[in-house]
């Protein structure tokens, strides 16, 4: 027998999803951050066995828009309600707050629901239990695991709970080769984001996006180009900082990263541009690949 689904992982910024996506895969696929609104896009990542294929999908975080970026990462986590064979909702083991129309979609899902309470190694025996029965009262899930991702602590009990609920199947990508739907265009960008996350202040990340205008790879070294949209002309100049030096560290640690990556000698060009407001201009969030 060979099952194959789709399992979605949604919930609130910050509580641990792409953590847990990762811990789930065994490998770092999706970029962590301790900042909130790491993830923007929807990534899949793909768990391969012998027995089985699990597809699973890493959102962006659910919070209240404020910008058009915020409403197509949003309509990114929207579509995961509709096409999984299990929905993980995950919350952080203190929290104990629900906007009322998400808890509604999670009630009425018609797939199998699973609330996951992470970052357990934070807190007491006795808050973990309250979180169990709270989420359970609250949102009836099928399953309720209390977890840390980040220890990867009772990660394989939710593995050993979803073969109990994805049907069989043969599975919907190469074995041998996938392990996501994303290439490593998608991934340098990320992983320069995430760099600009560690090293920038304020609104600086969040008036970020990162495009990969050239990849080409030779025998020894990968050579990339990478151009850093900001929304404002003083924007610009924090990125690049004084004499240059905010963005050859940022250029130095993005290298190094991709270096571990891919295990291979890199060439890395920063340019920084601005692209006047881009998170409200439909024109450029299509252009980033914000497609919904
Ligand atoms: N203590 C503790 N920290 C955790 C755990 N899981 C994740 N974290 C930390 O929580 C922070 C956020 O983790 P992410 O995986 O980026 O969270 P996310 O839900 O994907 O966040 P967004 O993409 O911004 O919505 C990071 O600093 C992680 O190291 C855990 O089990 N325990
Ligand atoms: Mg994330």
Redesign the pocket.
């Known amino acids: 027998m060979h099952q194959s689904g789709f399992v979605n992982i949604v919930?609130?910024?910050?509580?641990?999803?792409?953590?847990?996506?990762?811990?789930l895969l065994g490998q770092e696929l999706?970029?962590?951050?301790?900042?909130?609104?790491?993830?923007?896009h929807r990534i899949k990542g793909i768990l391969n066995d012998e027995h089985y294929q699990i597809v699973f999908s890493?959102?962006?975080?659910?919070?209240k828009p404020a910008y058009k970026l915020h409403h197509k990462m949003l309509a990114a986590v929207e579509e995961t309600f509709t096409d999984a064979d299990v929905v993980i909702y995950?919350t952080?083991v203190n929290d104990r707050k629900i906007e009322e129309d998400l808890k509604v979609k999670l009630t009425v899902l018609s797939v199998p629901l699973y609330v996951i309470i992470?970052?357990?190694?934070?807190a007491e025996q006795s808050v973990v239990e309250e979180a169990v029965e709270f989420w359970k009262e609250t949102l009836k899930p099928k399953v309720i695991l209390p977890?840390?991702?980040?220890?990867n602590?009772s990660v394989d009990n939710i593995v050993t709970e979803l073969l109990k609920d994805i049907p069989e199947g043969p599975a919907y990508f190469d074995k041998d080769e996938a392990v996501s739907d994303r290439n490593m265009r998608f991934f340098t960008a990320e992983i320069v984001r995430e760099r600009i996350l560690s090293l920038y202040q304020q609104e600086i990340p969040y008036s970020v996006e990162v495009v990969v205008t050239s990849y080409k790879e030779d025998e020894t070294i990968d050579r990339i180009s990478v151009v850093i949209y900001c929304a404002r002309e003083t924007q610009k100049a924090i990125l690049i900082g004084h004499q240059g030096k905010a963005i050859k560290k940022l250029g130095m640690e993005s290298r190094k990263k991709l270096e571990t990556v891919l295990e291979k000698q890199v060439f890395i060009e920063l340019t920084v541009k601005v692209a006047d407001d881009w998170r409200d201009n439909d024109n450029m969030l299509k252009r980033f690949g914000y497609e919904i």
């Open positions: 919930g609130k910024p910050n509580v641990g999803k792409s953590t847990l996506m990762n811990a999706s970029m962590v951050n301790p900042k909130a609104q790491t993830t923007r890493d959102t962006p975080g659910i919070m995950v952080e992470n970052k357990i190694d934070t977890i840390s991702a980040l220890h602590f």
